[in-house]
């Protein structure tokens, strides 16, 4: 029988490996951290004086000093004031938006979606314009209701009635 044999080994095993007696090692104690320095002692330098010089009072801009920028302005949102059209193609679905751009900021209009059948939704919101330069603009819409949202648009002037979007190379066209 070999077994009580194994387990006799196994147990002479373990007793070999174990120390006859444990010994207990104390611990050092780390050794001491060196306390911070303070910083040196700074001298105050006095600064100089510089004299104060009146700020130049500019001018305001009334009647044809009015900034680029205003008069750009001015120009796109006369230009946009009209009802504008879009026909746009989207995942398989047509799109045909109608939007009238009033002179006070506001708009109103229709997009009808065709597919598998037809469904137009009204717009209404709000719309402004930021000049880039003469025959560019960007065109900002806040739109209420269930298909609302807020959107910027860069536009390119190609004539009188028609813009070119930037980003997607859609023209829109001017119905009245």
């Known amino acids: 029988m070999r077994a009580p044999f194994v387990v006799a080994a196994i147990a002479v095993m373990v007793a070999v490996s174990l120390p006859a007696k444990a010994q207990f090692i104390p611990q050092r104690e780390p050794p001491a951290q060196p306390q911070p320095q303070p910083w040196p002692q700074q001298t105050q330098v006095p600064m100089p004086q510089i004299p104060q010089q009146?700020?130049?009072?500019q001018p305001q801009p009334t009647g044809p000093r009015m900034p680029q920028?205003?008069?750009?302005?001015?120009?796109?949102?006369?230009?946009?004031?009209?009802?504008?059209?879009?026909?746009?193609?989207?995942?398989?679905?047509?799109?045909q938006t109608t939007v009238l751009y009033r002179a006070d900021g506001s708009l109103v209009g229709t997009q009808t979606v065709t597919q598998y059948g037809t469904m137009q939704y009204p717009l209404k919101g709000t719309w402004s314009v930021t000049g880039i330069d003469e025959n560019r603009f960007v065109l900002s819409l806040i739109v209420s209701g269930a298909s609302g949202g807020s959107s910027s648009t860069s536009l390119v002037v190609v004539d009188r009635n028609t813009l070119l979007n930037e980003q997607t190379q859609e023209t829109s066209f001017r119905t009245q």
Do not use: A, Y
């Open 54 to 57: 009146p700020v130049p009072q």
């Open 69 to 95: 920028q205003v008069l750009l302005d001015r120009k796109f949102k006369e230009f946009m004031v009209g009802e504008w059209t879009n026909d746009s193609n989207h995942l398989g679905m047509q799109i």
